[in-house]
C-alpha cells in the first residue's frame, strides 16, 4: 500500500520553532512594573502587556488630537479675519446706501 504522507523535497528550507527560549546574557525589567522578565519576554504579566499596550497607542491619539486642536486653531483665526473684513465691508456699504438715499432724496 503506498504512504500518503509526503515528506517534503527540501527539509533545509523550512521553517522550525526554537527548541528553547535563547540565552540572553543579563535579563531585562519589565517596563511596566520593574519586575525581572525571563527568556523572551517583554513584559511580565497580561496585566502589564495591557498596559504597556494602551501607553503606545496614547501618544498616536494626544499627536492626532494636537493636530486637530491646531486646525481648529488656524481655521478660528481664518473665521475671525473673514468676519473683521465683512465688518468692514459691511460698514462701508451702509454708509454707501446713506449717501445713495440723501442723493435720492435731495
Same mark, same amino acid.
Given at each position: 500500500m503506498?504512504?500518503i504522507?509526503?515528506?517534503?523535497k527540501?527539509?533545509g528550507?523550512?521553517?522550525?520553532? !526554537? !527548541?528553547?527560549?535563547?540565552v540572553?546574557a543579563?535579563?531585562g525589567k ?5 519586575k525581572?522578565l525571563?527568556?523572551r ?8 502587556r495591557?498596559?504597556?499596550s494602551?501607553r ?8 492626532d !488630537? ?5 486646525l481648529v ?8 479675519e ?11 456699504l451702509?454708509?454707501v ?5 440723501r442723493? !435720492?432724496?435731495?
Open positions: 503506498p504512504s504522507v509526503q515528506e517534503p527540501d527539509q528550507k523550512c521553517a522550525r520553532a !526554537l !527548541l528553547g527560549a535563547p540572553v543579563s535579563p519589565c517596563p511596566i512594573c520593574g525581572t525571563k527568556g519576554q517583554r513584559v511580565c504579566s497580561g496585566k502589564c495591557a498596559t504597556m494602551r503606545r497607542r496614547i501618544p498616536v491619539k494626544a499627536e !488630537l494636537r493636530d486637530l486642536r491646531a486653531t488656524s481655521t478660528m483665526e481664518r473665521v475671525t473673514i468676519k473683521a473684513d465683512a465688518t468692514t465691508m459691511l460698514e462701508r451702509w454708509e446706501k446713506a449717501k445713495l438715499d442723493h !435720492l432724496s435731495g
